[in-house]
Each structure stands twice: as structure tokens, then as C-alpha cells.
Nanobody, 127 residues
Framework: QVQLVESGGGLVQAGGSLRLSCAAS????????MGWFRQAPGKEREFVAA????????YYSDSGKGRFTISRDKAKNTVYLQMNSLRPEDTAVYYC????????????????????WGQGTQVTVSS
């Protein structure tokens, strides 16, 4: 069974840090890209960051650039999102996703390009 399982969410004060993990299983992700999206209550799902599995090329939204870092560990089949300098507006459910043939920023930021999603992990940033 192919699945993505997120972990690492929680409650943190503004200015703090969290590291999210996404453990992938059930298939090889060669040729895929892994992305992080988030969705706050009443808002649409928003692209945060993505990384190509093979080459490690990264893409970031404007809101995450400079504060968030996406990485992957091929040996562990895991993708990480290191989030620093967190703000209350970062509060959301964060989802991990995987999709094929994602090779540009403009494609990476489109949720419809990803065909496998995790269940999400809640991140709450208090002011």
C-alpha cells in the first residue's frame, strides 16, 4: 500500500521552530517530486515547498522562502520541512504530497499535480 505519513506538528510560540516529517512507503519515488502544502480554516490549500526526489531541486512559496527548508533522505524514504521563525499566520494543517513529472516551480505549486497525499499534521503558532 502506497502511503505518506506526516508527523512533527504541534503547538509552538511565534518565533519558534518545528520540523515536519513525511515518511513515504509502498513504492519508489524516483521521478517524483514531494511537496508540502498547508490549509488554514476557511482558506484554500496553499503550496509551501517541493523537492525533486532524484536531484533534490527545491521550490518555495514566497511565504516560506528564507524561513522554511525542504529536504529528503533517500535512505529513509522521508521528506522533511524545517520551519523557522514561525508566525501565527503559519497556523494550518500541513500536508505532504507526491506527484510525477514536476519539474518547474509553476507546476510544483499546483495541488492537482500531486496524486498521493498524506493525512496532514496540525501546526499551531501562538502569538
Amino acid at each position: 500500500q502506497v502511503q505518506l505519513v506526516e508527523s512533527g506538528g504541534g503547538l509552538v510560540q511565534a518565533g519558534g521552530s518545528l520540523r515536519l516529517s513525511c515518511a513515504a512507503s509502498g513504492r519508489t519515488f524516483s521521478g517524483y517530486s514531494m511537496g508540502w502544502f498547508r490549509q488554514a480554516p476557511g482558506k484554500e490549500r496553499e503550496f509551501v515547498a517541493a523537492i525533486t526526489w532524484n536531484s533534490g531541486i527545491t521550490y518555495y512559496s514566497d511565504s516560506g522562502k528564507g524561513r522554511f527548508t525542504i529536504s529528503r533522505d533517500k535512505a529513509k524514504n522521508t521528506v522533511y520541512l524545517q520551519m523557522n521563525s514561525l508566525r501565527p499566520e503559519d497556523t494550518a494543517v500541513y500536508y505532504c504530497a507526491a506527484g510525477p513529472l514536476i519539474t518547474t516551480y509553476y507546476v510544483a505549486r499546483e495541488a492537482r499535480r500531486y496524486n498521493l497525499w498524506g493525512q496532514g499534521t496540525q501546526v499551531t503558532v501562538s502569538s
